[in-house]
């Protein structure tokens, strides 16, 4: 089979929950986990970004200790809000400092986030960014990250941050900047709420769309999705290939293809799809719908599991995110490092 890149989703928000649960999931195990990634041969680890709406370790301190206790496998944030971190020049100083520490491992995988309409909205003004303005200060914050790690001196006056001739004083090790993999794509089910259905907002249509598109094109190094079919991220990524050339005059094969999906091996399918919906209910504090549930995850027996990833191989997916459905991670994890990375070495 062709060559593919997998990395693995630690789960930062299930190392908060798991262990009120007396399962053995906690930060630190979380840390240990990314080690046994690394041994494994796993090309990346990844954990996700959220305030209020599903609270979780913050990512830049977890990928810090991840950096200092690994010394091959990607570091991924998966994926950071980094409209919400209030000062660009910090954040571009953080991110920096840890890209330097993994000696330029570091993948930035960023989105504008999701969650039912409450949540987002009470987030974001938390942090003084209106939730309907958000999509625009997540594209001034990433215009703003790559002049920083690229220019002496930046002066800037913006819709969200103004900026006077800010020289950072520092660089990542990555030049010009690390990878930025941006998030766009979302499926809607007709019976979920929130970022999962058409439940909760007048207007919202079932199905998959590649939406924004644009944004991805003209701003990313890669291109990050889930719940899309493979026929689906087939055409959500000739579409954004296409934009990038034709628009923006960029070379449409440096924007990667990187998709991210639940994977649980078990031979009993049944119990794989409890274990799943278990975890799913829990990680997002809500039922998610079984629409939703089947088109996020591959579960069943090894074979079949990897037979179900191959047709995203063909789609063009270059990076492969497994995020992992179990109470118990570690062997999991062993159990795809066992049945499945061998099929696409």
């Known amino acids: 089979m062709a060559k593919l890149k997998i990395g693995i989703d630690l789960h930062n928000r299930a190392s908060v929950f798991m ?111 209106p939730r309907q303005r958000r999509g625009r200060a997540f594209e001034e914050c990433l215009y703003l990250l790559k002049r920083l790690w690229s220019e002496e001196e930046v002066t800037h006056n913006g819709q969200f941050w103004n900026l006077d001739g800010v020289r950072l004083g520092l660089r990542p090790q990555q030049k010009p900047h690390p990878p930025i993999w941006v998030a766009a794509g979302r499926y809607l089910s007709k019976a979920g709420v929130g970022s999962f259905g058409i439940q909760e907002r007048p207007g919202d249509r079932e199905g998959f769309s590649v939406a924004p598109v644009e944004r991805v094109a003209r701003l990313a190094d890669g291109w990050l999705t889930t719940k899309a079919t493979a026929e689906e991220f087939r055409s959500g990524l000739e579409t954004v290939r296409r934009l990038a050339a034709e628009k923006y005059g960029r070379d449409p094969q440096s924007i990667r293809a990187v998709y991210s999906r639940g994977v649980y091996v078990d031979p009993d399918v049944d119990a794989a799809y409890r274990e799943v919906k278990w975890f799913e209910d829990n990680y997002h504090d809500m039922p998610i719908p079984e629409d939703t549930i089947r088109r996020w995850t591959i579960f069943g027996k090894g074979d079949e599991c990897v037979k179900q990833i191959q047709p995203f191989v063909s789609a063009g997916v270059e990076v492969f995110n497994i995020c992992v459905r179990a109470r118990d991670f570690f062997a999991q994890v062993r159990t795809i490092a066992k049945e499945i990375l061998p099929a696409f070495a």
Request: net charge neutral; proline share 5%; hydrophobic share 40%.
């Open 19 to 129: 262990p009120r649960q007396g399962l053995d999931y906690d930060l630190n195990r979380l840390i240990d986990l990314a080690v046994l990634c690394e041994e494994l041969g796993f090309y990346a680890v990844s954990v996700g970004d959220s305030l209020l709406s599903k609270p979780r370790w913050r990512a830049i301190p977890t990928l810090a200790a991840i950096a200092a206790k690994t010394s091959r496998i990607k570091i991924m944030s998966h994926i950071l809000m980094p409209h919400l971190y209030n000062n660009p020049v910090l954040l571009a100083q953080e991110l920096a400092t840890l890209d330097v520490i993994s000696k330029g491992r570091l993948v930035l995988g960023c989105g504008i986030g999701g969650g039912q309409t409450g949540s987002v909205e009470h987030e974001h003004r938390l942090c003084g960014v």
